[in-house]
């Protein structure tokens, strides 16, 4: 099954490169976006298996929306900018954030970056699944025993 990917970029040639390096590399680009506010959106709407977003972009900038889209949504984010100054890449430390892309952007460093964000993001879940189950397990233990201290008690 090929992935769904959203782009949100608001230079359309550098959406319009990144659309074919993805498609000519199997993957499924489901909606494109030029700001912020339009990513939210879409990823609302396509619930994408990966998000690359621009930092920069018009009304709302890519990092406040790929927190917005990590917290409602849980969907993995690659970042992609021209910029690589440290407070920009410290900034991008969010949990939905898989990794980091500076301008310009070759198919030789796109593809391994989505691979890698892709398998990253498959075992960020399978671990929160995991961990759910745990919770459930001991919450379902705790009640057991308090049950058995009642019995006991009386």
Same mark, same amino acid.
């Given at each position: 099954? =090929?992935?769904?990917? +959203?782009?949100?970029?608001?230079?359309? !040639?550098?959406? %319009?490169?990144?659309?074919?390096?993805?498609?000519?590399?199997?993957? &499924? !680009? $489901?909606? @494109?976006?030029?700001?912020?506010?339009?990513?939210?959106? +879409?990823?609302?709407?396509?619930?994408?298996? /990966? $998000? +690359?977003?621009?930092? &920069?972009?018009?009304?709302?900038? #890519?990092?406040?929306?790929?927190?917005? !889209?990590?917290?409602? %949504?849980?969907?993995?984010?690659?970042?992609?900018?021209a910029y690589s100054q440290k407070e920009? $890449?410290? =900034?991008? =430390?969010?949990?939905? *954030?898989?990794?980091?892309?500076?301008?310009?952007?070759? @198919?030789?460093?796109? *593809?391994?970056? $989505?691979?890698?964000? +892709?398998?990253?993001?498959?075992?960020?879940?399978?671990? =929160?699944?995991?961990?759910?189950?745990?919770? &459930?397990?001991?919450?379902?233990?705790?009640?057991? @025993?308090?049950?058995?201290?009642? /019995?006991? #008690?009386?």
């Amino acid at each position: 099954m =090929k992935k769904r990917i +959203l782009i949100a970029e608001d230079e359309p !040639i550098i959406r %319009l490169d990144l659309k074919m390096m993805l498609r000519n590399n199997g993957y &499924e !680009i $489901v909606g @494109e976006a030029g700001d912020g506010d339009r990513a939210i959106e +879409l990823a609302f709407k396509l619930k994408p298996d /990966l $998000v +690359l977003m621009d930092i &920069e972009m018009p009304k709302l900038n #890519g990092l406040k929306a790929s927190e917005v !889209i990590g917290r409602q %949504l849980d969907i993995p984010v690659l970042l992609i900018t021209a910029y690589s100054q440290k407070e920009f $890449v410290e =900034k991008s =430390k969010q949990d939905n *954030i898989m990794g980091y892309l500076v301008k310009p952007v070759s @198919e030789a460093s796109l *593809i391994p970056a $989505v691979m890698i964000a +892709l398998q990253q993001a498959k075992r960020t879940q399978t671990l =929160k699944q995991s961990l759910q189950l745990t919770h &459930e397990k001991i919450q379902k233990r705790k009640m057991i @025993e308090r049950a058995k201290g009642q /019995l006991d #008690g009386k």
